[in-house]
């Protein structure tokens, strides 16, 4: 696959009006900063949920630890940036390198182990990355960390951009077909000479690349990082977003994850029945659409409408 | 299909209620309407903590009403705007992005906790309103650990280091301890400052602090093994700074294991059901100290509008919560304008302010207040007022 293709192009231009649009909208205060706040919340979430898809979705495994790999790339990008003097750039890709190290570090072992035992397991350990956190006074321990802002909205929109489109190339490829086989069904894929352990921590290893990536975005937008931000709660919150929008799509991913963000920004005026709806729309959801929004259909650009994937 | 389309508009209902209550209360954001005063609430209303930061709520809410029934501030009614942080430091930037950006407020009370206060501060600077946290007690949130002062950064309470500090005095001066022994929450800021205070004066005065265990708050439930290392080393007294729900336990525990010794702590002891968790007996000769006594006279008409008001024991959570409003609200009519760095520099040099908490004076240069803290002692399951401790 060629990188500059018509299909490509076309989804560039794309963004870019869906980019222009909201900046000029900003520029003429249309959008008041909460809702660019909210904005930029729904690219970091979107990032997650896609790249939480890439494991429970596209290559089933029930992985809980999304919030420690975010975590981690948060702390580390982080202390790149505030303890260091490094550059946004370097604290980014380093937090989402060691968030990667780690998700393959953590993988090996633990994709063994299947189903329930594999949640429990990284549940487990998410909670142990963010009690490391805690007891970390060099980097502010529970007190949490101050970093300064330094990204914005056209950052977050554009890093946000290139992961889904990273992860959607990785989907579309032999590996990531290899990942689809592993979901179907583990022995068959065993059977047909895939090295299923090999693409389960690959999978692994790249959702933990996207979501420390998140984690850096998180840290540089918030103004401080917590521990109790990446409580297994996140991991959760995030889950909920991919089930939502639908296991195994990407695009399903995308709406699950600005559904959720744009509801509970959007009744922040009410905070007494915020969680209540919240709940709802979820049950409303499963209980209509157990599959999710889209299922695993994407939502193609060319032909605007919904197509049966493959 | 029948169940498809119910769901279909379901989903589009609740979605487009969703856009709409976004979009509905934006205000003209260039002239804002000058009959009303807004004033912004960020608290603690749903997750970990959401009992402490109704409490506050509710208390700001009455201290609001209060003021407008008496003619509001500067001839004008204020206007409450509520927003839920979700006991989570995120969120709590983004609900005060929405009270400073949208909602537009010329001053915000809350949240209750250090860690969401000072989620909020850099938004609160960044686009300057004054803020007054009723029980942000940690002395980072006012003047950074660089020493720098957080200009727009106000209390209602005293800082955690001044319950440690009253505690040791107490403990030494009082009940005439020498050897103490100290049980910590790792999880929480909160314990960790009173903690420091505590072990700081306790040494500076030439005694010791024979142990110092920690646990974890929201998952240890069985404390023997550090209530045994404790009970070996003999402490005269054991100072546990942590909140009602883990310190129960803990007291409970300890009087099961055979000691005996005096158990002090600070105001989060006073939060929550501590006695029917630990047991009338296990409570007899422990002491906390907290912002106000509830057999404090000053408090009477506040506890009883409180109670008319929301069918709730009125708390020191409360009560800071209600001096917190009337701290702003008193601000606002000393600046006589609501221009927000009147406000702020009216704050500032704010002195003689009579809370119910005690009278608060501002120092300028570190923004906490000066005011007195309480002792209070139980007795067969019920708070007594013990000692009061003037600020040295």
Not at chain 1, 128 to 154: C, E, H, Q
């Amino acid at each position: 696959m060629k990188l500059f293709n018509v299909k490509n192009l076309i989804r560039l231009l794309v963004l870019m009006v869906v980019y222009g649009i909201i900046q000029y909208l900003f520029i003429n205060k249309a959008i008041n900063p909460f809702y660019m706040m909210t904005l930029v919340l729904v690219c970091i979430y979107i990032i997650l949920a896609v790249s939480q898809n890439i494991i429970t979705g596209f290559t089933g495994q029930l992985a809980l630890g999304h919030a420690g790999f975010m975590a981690i790339g948060a702390y580390m990008s982080a202390l790149v940036v505030v303890r260091m003097q490094g550059s946004l750039v370097a604290g980014i890709i380093f937090g989402a390198l060691m968030a990667a190290a780690a998700g393959m570090l953590i993988g090996l072992p633990t994709l063994r182990l299947r189903g329930d035992y594999l949640a429990i397991a990284t549940l487990g350990l998410g909670e142990i990355v963010r009690i490391f956190f805690l007891n970390m006074d060099y980097l502010g321990g529970a007190t949490g960390f101050s970093v300064p802002k330094t990204i914005d909205w056209t950052w977050a929109f554009w890093l946000m951009a290139l992961s889904v489109f990273l992860m959607s190339s990785f989907i579309n490829s032999s590996h990531g077909r290899a990942c689809i086989s592993v979901r179907e069904n583990e022995i068959a894929a065993e059977a047909m000479g895939i090295n299923t352990t090999k693409y389960k921590v690959m999978a692994f290893t790249m959702g933990a690349f996207f979501a420390g990536l998140a984690g850096a975005i998180y840290a540089n937008y918030m103004y401080l990082i917590h521990p109790g931000t990446f409580s297994f709660l996140k991991s959760f919150e995030i889950l909920a977003m991919v089930v939502l929008g639908g296991l195994g799509s990407i695009t399903g991913s995308v709406v699950g994850a600005g559904v959720l963000t744009i509801i509970s920004a959007g009744l922040a005026d009410y905070p007494e029945f915020r969680m209540v709806i919240i709940a709802l729309v979820m049950i409303i959801l499963m209980v209509y659409r157990p599959n999710g929004l889209l299922g695993n259909k994407e939502l193609k650009l060319d032909f605007l409408r919904i197509k049966k994937k493959g | 299909m029948k169940t498809k389309k119910i769901f279909t508009y379901l989903i589009v209902a609740l979605l487009s209620f969703t856009l709409l209550a976004g979009c509905s209360p934006k205000a003209p954001t260039d002239q804002p309407a000058a009959d009303v005063v807004k004033i912004g609430g960020n608290f603690e209303l749903t997750g970990g903590v959401a009992e402490f930061g109704k409490k506050g709520e509710n208390g700001a809410k009455l201290a609001i009403k209060e003021a407008n029934e008496a003619g509001g501030v500067l001839g004008m009614q204020i206007e409450y705007v509520g927003a839920d942080n979700k006991s989570e430091a995120g969120e709590s930037t983004a609900a005060t992005t929405k009270l400073a950006t949208q909602d537009e407020v010329i001053g915000i009370i809350g949240p209750m906790t250090s860690g969401n206060t000072l989620a909020a501060i850099p938004v609160i600077t960044e686009y300057g309103i004054p803020l007054v946290t009723p029980t942000g007690t940690n002395s980072t949130l006012t003047v950074t650990e660089a020493g720098a002062l957080n200009d727009w950064v106000f209390r209602a309470c005293f800082i955690d280091p001044f319950q440690g500090e009253v505690a040791a005095n107490f403990a030494m001066d009082t009940l005439g301890a020498t050897k103490a022994a100290l049980v910590i929450d790792q999880k929480g800021d909160y314990a960790k400052g009173l903690a420091a205070s505590f072990k700081e004066t306790f040494e500076k005065a030439g005694k010791e602090i024979v142990a110092s265990e920690q646990y974890v708050a929201g998952q240890d439930t069985d404390f023997r093994a550090i209530l045994t290392n404790i009970k070996n080393k003999q402490p005269d007294i054991i100072f546990i700074p942590g909140y009602y729900n883990e310190v129960g336990m803990i007291i409970k525990q300890a009087r099961d294991a055979k000691i005996d010794v005096a158990i002090l702590g600070g105001d989060g002891w006073g939060t929550g059901p501590i006695v029917d968790i630990a047991g009338k007996e296990a409570m007899n000769n422990t002491y906390y100290v907290d912002h106000v006594a509830a057999d404090d006279p000053a408090l009477a008409d506040f506890a009883a509008a409180f109670k008319a008001e929301y069918n709730q024991d009125a708390d020191s959570f409360a009560a800071l919560g209600y001096d917190a409003a009337k701290l702003l609200i008193a601000a606002i009519e000393k600046a006589g304008s609501t221009d927000k760095e009147a406000i702020r520099v009216a704050l500032e040099t704010m002195s003689g302010f009579a809370g119910i908490s005690g009278d608060i004076n501002v120092d300028s240069a570190t923004h906490n207040p000066q005011k007195s803290a309480s002792i209070l002692k139980f007795v067969d399951g019920e708070k007594i007022f013990a000692a009061r401790v003037d600020p040295k």
